[in-house]
Structures are given as structure tokens and as C-alpha cells.
């Protein structure tokens, strides 16, 4: 079952304008992951954010992490065309032993050239 | 290519049918996933394995799902008797644990293969 849910299901921007996608979640976590992928394609890791930290940078990638409203949000700045994909946030539950991804329904983000 | 392989990409039979797929984790990684990818939904969970060992299985894994990984290196995902509702993305991902200096456990950065997009007929 997903794990949670994020926001919007589509988002479409023009070229140089920063997209931000929001991600929740339901259960306690030890990390929040995002990943992107292209049409028909396998996932790609962006961005790896642990539970005690509440933001992250990865050149034009922004991650912040809230656990007290089980949250995460995306920020993409200056997009590109080729940032147009699927960016999918996924949680690895908190406790040692419980090492599987579990992922949200997906933010569809469309850049218009 | 080091990263994550899967053979084939694409497959198409026809209700009823066994298929077999495999994955070559990146050399060296201990963790070797397995999820489901429906359209428009993000992939669900079906197994790992850690080493040569099944650690876990999720309910989607009916009976007519197995999976291997005999040597701890590649792995298997064999569907018998497959039904339409088994059409999907069929995704493998690799990962080496490391333990986190933080007290909450370690860490799992998960590397994706490209998948194999099954079609049932």
C-alpha cells in the first residue's frame, strides 16, 4: 500500500520558474527519500533526508523534512525541460530491520520550454 | 554499465503463462529489492532479499509469485500462471546497508534498474 500521499498530482511550469511538490506521510520514519522518473523509465535517487535533519540542498534541489506534521516538500529552482517527470517521494520506516521503500502516488511536474 | 540491470525490458505473453525475470544488482551491494509499479501509481514493496536470504514478502506476493536469489549476486522474479491484473513495471533495486551514526538505524539509499514492463494478454 503507498504510504502516503503528495501534492499536487500534476504540476506544470513554465522554464526557469522553481517547482515545489509537497509529500506526506503516516508512519514514523528514519529517512525520507525523493526520486525521479522519467516516462516508462526506473527511478532515479535525488535526495536523501534524515529524520533528524529538517533541510537539505543538492545543487537546484531543496528538501525539508517537518516529522512533527509528517511532511516533506521538493523545491526545484530554475527548472529545466529536463527536469519534466515523475518525482515520487518514498519513506524507510524508523526502527532497524525495516529497510523497505514505501512510496507516495507521485507529483507529475511538466516544464513548458 | 555499474548500475542496476534487468532482463528483459520488456515482456508480453499471454494469460496463463510462466515468465521469469532477472536482475543484476550493483556488484558488491548485500540488499536486493523487488517492487511493482502499476500506471500512474508509485511502486509497491514486494520483497528483498540480503544476501542469498528472503527477508521479507509483502501480501501483494501471491503464491503464483517467487523469487530467488541463489547466490546472493542476481536474482529471479518468476510469475506462474499470469493474469491481467499482473501487468506492470516490475522494478529491482540494489543497496549496500551501512549503519548511520544516528541511534534511529541505518541508512538505505536504493539504486532502481530500469525495470521490466510486463504485458498479460
Known amino acids: 500500500s503507498q504510504q502516503g500521499e503528495e501534492d499536487p498530482q500534476a504540476l506544470s511550469i513554465q522554464e526557469g520558474e522553481n517547482a515545489t511538490m509537497n509529500c506526506s506521510y503516516k508512519t514514523s520514519i528514519n529517512n525520507l527519500q525523493w526520486y525521479r522518473q522519467n516516462s516508462g523509465r526506473g527511478l532515479v535517487h535525488l535526495i536523501l533526508?534524515?529524520?533528524?535533519?529538517r533541510e537539505k540542498h543538492s545543487g537546484r534541489l531543496r528538501v525539508t523534512l517537518d516529522t512533527s506534521k509528517k511532511s516533506s516538500s521538493l523545491l526545484i529552482t530554475a527548472s529545466r525541460a529536463a527536469d519534466t517527470a515523475s518525482y515520487f517521494c518514498?519513506?524507510?520506516?524508523?526502527?532497524?530491520?525495516?529497510?523497505?521503500?514505501?512510496f507516495g502516488t507521485g507529483t507529475r511536474l511538466t516544464i513548458i520550454p | 554499465d555499474t548500475g542496476v540491470s534487468q532482463d528483459p525490458r520488456h515482456k508480453i505473453t499471454k494469460r496463463g503463462q510462466n515468465v521469469t525475470f532477472r536482475c543484476d544488482p550493483i556488484s558488491e551491494h548485500n540488499r536486493l529489492y523487488w517492487y511493482r509499479q502499476t500506471l500512474g501509481q508509485g511502486p509497491e514493496f514486494l520483497t528483498y532479499f540480503q544476501n542469498e536470504a528472503q527477508l521479507e514478502k509483502s501480501r501483494l506476493l501471491s503464491d503464483r509469485f517467487s523469487a530467488e536469489r541463489p547466490k546472493g549476486s542476481f536474482s529471479t522474479l518468476e510469475i506462474q500462471r499470469t493474469e491481467q491484473g499482473d501487468s506492470a513495471m516490475y522494478l529491482c533495486a540494489s543497496s549496500l546497508i551501512s549503519q548511520g551514526i544516528s541511534p534511529s538505524g541505518s541508512l538505505n539509499e536504493q539504486f532502481f534498474g530500469p525495470g521490466t514492463r510486463l504485458t498479460v494478454l
Open positions: 518514498a519513506t524507510v520506516p524508523s526502527g532497524f530491520g525495516n529497510e523497505k521503500l514505501t
Open positions: 533526508i534524515r529524520s533528524n535533519e
